[in-house]
């Protein structure tokens, strides 16, 4: 199964920033597993903008094909120009101008992906952009370890509505999770940073390549040292971290002319730089993403070490033993090619190729949850449906069962679905009066995570309950699942994470409300029901009898759940709004009289 995929960073990818450099790495590697793949990322190159600018227009003029790849490699559209991004600060929302946003937009709703997997989205950007646009399978990727890197206070509704457009959350560290884990709550699957194949080992390699950090002073000094008493050793101080330059060291007459520092500009120059040298020092709080890629351009890595990161290992207070493991290191070959096998299964599996996999089983993984599109029967004589309403037996609502009933086939409506709130009293005994409308026993039940519908029932489920349990309750009896106004904050609604794992036992998605507050929440109903090829229904909600009929389903007329569920697949959505604040006041003053 090949997937047409757009990877959207918020870096330039001719940078050497790390996340560009991963995006890069990404992007060629699922190229070559046969996939389509078209990057959206910001340059400073004047011809790729315009290159950019050119193909979204033919994608406006209705070329459908304009941002697709050629098999075999990514395929750039530079969409903004590069800036830097804006990490602090009061402002809130993508951080990019208005026509470069709408770029993102055109491009990720109109280029036809099957998923967008955004990198870096807690940065207000590209990354942010394409996950609010998008109307298909997202996929965001978390790469940032500093605590706190949210750059802008974000409101708890965006947070939400963000969360719930997202549908596989990634990280390259558990560092970065724990970070993005407090914006987007949920499981992470963990990604490690790629690495190229350009780090690969070389004979002949010798002398010491240490990261050059502030923190580490205390090493590069014990290193320095070892230079200066070392006749013919060579120090390269690695500096990869963008912000302050670290603090030169001092180096002693005999230790001249053998220390060098170096910031290379790409990951062939770091490759260079490594596979020159037998011995790498990782300071303790480094980088353990230039340390792995040590690992596999064949150095013997000194540092903090771990079972997951092998290393000669020394304290953060023991800058001499640094010192002292690397001239072990450095006379001792047999050690360092020890060290170097056991960092082989860590390189190999941090390699593009096989992190590419591991993102292609996750893109197979989330394209599993969209339903497929079923035929249907041939259609029988419409009705009108309206299916979410409740009755006097509901606590917040006084209209009287047949009073309802008889005003409803007043309406023209042929069938009806009764879901008081954790009662089926109202539905049961509406079930029982002789009337030609077709009644759905239903009930609306409080879980510990939201409310949710349950159809054709015969028996009170008690609330409470967690989601699932509820679910299984509402399927004991042989009942459908409808789950009503999803994302309407104003309500207890499931989080996206308890919504995710309750999809496969959905059978009825409702799209429209008429009783919400905001109709973006309707919108935001409808954009995940169309990602997932989930039946959509609309239900009035009504607390009162002329809210009856303000959303309504125009369907096939049905005998039974299973009827009721292929009539559903030819659902037509009338919406016949009215004043909300005028069916609000209605509800007030009867419950007030009540």
């Not at 089983?361 to 449906?385: K, M, N, Q, S």
């Not at 994470?497 to 409808?526: C, G, I, K, W």
């Amino acid at each position: 199964m090949t997937f047409k995929l757009c990877l959207v960073c918020p870096f330039a990818l001719s940078g050497a920033h790390p996340v560009a450099e991963h995006v890069g790495g990404i992007a060629t590697a699922l190229a070559g597993r046969g996939h389509r793949v078209t990057v959206l990322a910001p340059s400073s190159s004047t011809q790729a903008l315009r290159a950019g600018r050119r193909r979204l227009r033919q994608l406006a003029g209705g070329d459908a094909e304009a941002l697709t790849a050629l098999a075999g490699e990514p395929l750039l559209v530079a969409v903004a120009p590069a800036v830097p991004v804006r990490q602090r600060g009061r402002r809130r929302g993508t951080g990019l101008p208005v026509a470069a946003r709408a770029n993102v937009a055109l491009a990720v709703r109109d280029g036809g992906f099957d998923v967008v997997h955004a990198h870096e989205p807690l940065l207000p950007g590209m990354a942010a952009a394409a996950l609010k646009y998008s109307p298909g399978l997202t996929a965001a990727t978390f790469h940032s370890r500093i605590e706190h890197a949210l750059p802008y206070p974000m409101r708890s509704a965006t947070r939400e509505r963000r969360a719930a457009n997202i549908d596989s959350l990634s990280a390259t560290s558990e560092q970065a999770a724990a970070v993005a884990g407090e914006v987007y709550p949920g499981d992470y699957l963990m990604i490690p940073p790629g690495i190229a194949d350009v780090f690969a080992e070389r004979p002949g390699a010798q002398g010491i390549v240490a990261e050059w950090t502030t923190e580490g002073r205390a090493v590069t000094r014990a290193l320095v040292k070892l230079v200066a008493t070392t006749p013919g050793l060579e120090l390269t101080l690695l500096w990869r971290r963008r912000g302050l330059r670290p603090i030169r060291p001092y180096l002693p007459a005999p230790a001249r002319g053998r220390v060098h520092a170096l910031r290379p500009g790409d990951a062939a120059a770091r490759a260079d730089a490594l596979a020159a040298a037998a011995v790498f020092v990782a300071m303790p709080e480094g980088d353990p993403d230039l340390a792995w890629e040590a690992r596999a351009a064949g150095c013997a890595v000194v540092g903090p070490g771990s079972p997951e990161q092998p290393a000669l290992g020394y304290g953060p207070d023991q800058p001499a033993l640094a010192a002292a493991a690397a001239a072990r290191a450095l006379d001792d070959p047999a050690l360092r090619r020890e060290l170097v096998e056991q960092a082989g299964p860590g390189v190999a599996e941090r390699r593009f190729g096989a992190v590419a996999h591991r993102i292609e089983d996750e893109y197979r993984r989330i394209a599993a949850r969209r339903r497929p599109v079923r035929r249907v029967a041939p259609a029988r004589t419409e009705i009108l449906a309206d299916l979410h309403m409740h009755t006097n037996h509901s606590p917040d609502c006084a209209t009287d069962v047949e009073a309802l009933l008889d005003h409803c086939i007043a309406e023209g409506l042929g069938a009806i679905a009764i879901t008081d709130h954790n009662e089926v009293s109202g539905g049961l005994a509406a079930a029982a009066m002789d009337k030609p409308i077709t009644v759905i026993v239903g009930e609306e039940v409080k879980t510990s995570q939201g409310e949710v519908i349950g159809l054709f029932l015969h028996e009170r489920i008690e609330r409470g309950m967690s989601m699932a349990q509820t679910i299984a309750a509402i399927q004991d009896q042989g009942g459908l699942v409808y789950m009503p106004h999803p994302f309407d904050r104003m309500h207890t609604i499931p989080d996206p994470q308890t919504l995710l794992r309750s999809l496969d036992d959905l059978d009825v998605f409702e799209v429209y409300n008429a009783r919400l507050l905001f109709d973006s929440f309707n919108a935001d109903a409808l954009r995940f029901a169309t990602k997932y090829n989930l039946i959509q229904a609309a239900g009035s909600d009504a607390h009162v009898l002329p809210g009856i009929g303000t959303a309504l389903n125009r369907i096939p007329a049905f005998d039974g759940p299973e009827e009721f569920m292929m009539a559903m697949r030819q659902n037509v959505i009338e919406r016949r709004p009215k004043s909300l604040l005028y069916l609000q006041s209605l509800k007030w003053m009867q419950q007030v009289s009540r």
